[in-house]
């Protein structure tokens, strides 16, 4: 069974940073998507990052030039580096994977598969 942990979540004040990650297990294929989605309290859940196996990026116009995604040499893994926080980035980040590459609507949360439980992202004043 695929499994999807986040880590990196906590409490930072505004204009601070923090880096979230994502790593899956149990996972092969040669061709895949990972994202981050995040879920304030009675809000839809929102795209914020996508990076796919063939290298394509995309970023939610409210974190672009602040959020950057990365990934080291553990394949299926996804960093999440967070600059410039602000309070409404606080919220519940979820980490998300798809079987495919390509096809746009990489922040569409309907076309990932597995998802993550979540981490906790807070932003103070």
């Known amino acids: 069974q695929v499994q999807l942990v986040e880590d990196g979540g906590g409490v930072v004040h505004s204009g601070g940073s923090l880096t979230l990650s994502c790593v899956a297990s149990?996972?092969?294929?040669?061709?895949?998507?990972l994202a981050w989605f995040r879920q304030a309290p009675g809000q839809e859940r929102e795209g914020v990052a996508a990076?796919?196996?063939?290298?394509?990026?995309t970023f939610a116009d409210s974190v672009k030039g602040r959020f950057t995604n990365s990934q080291t040499d553990v394949k299926y893994r996804l960093n999440l580096e967070m600059n410039n926080l602000k309070n409404e980035d606080t919220a519940m980040y979820f980490c998300?994977?798809?079987?495919?590459?390509?096809?746009?609507?990489?922040?569409?949360?309907?076309?990932?598969?597995?998802w993550g439980p979540g981490t906790q992202v807070t932003v103070s004043a």
């Open positions: 998300a994977l798809r079987d495919f590459s390509g096809g746009g609507n990489y922040l569409d949360a309907t076309t990932y598969r597995y």
């Open positions: 149990r996972y092969w294929s040669k061709f895949y998507s």
């Open positions: 990076l796919d196996s063939i290298g394509l990026t």
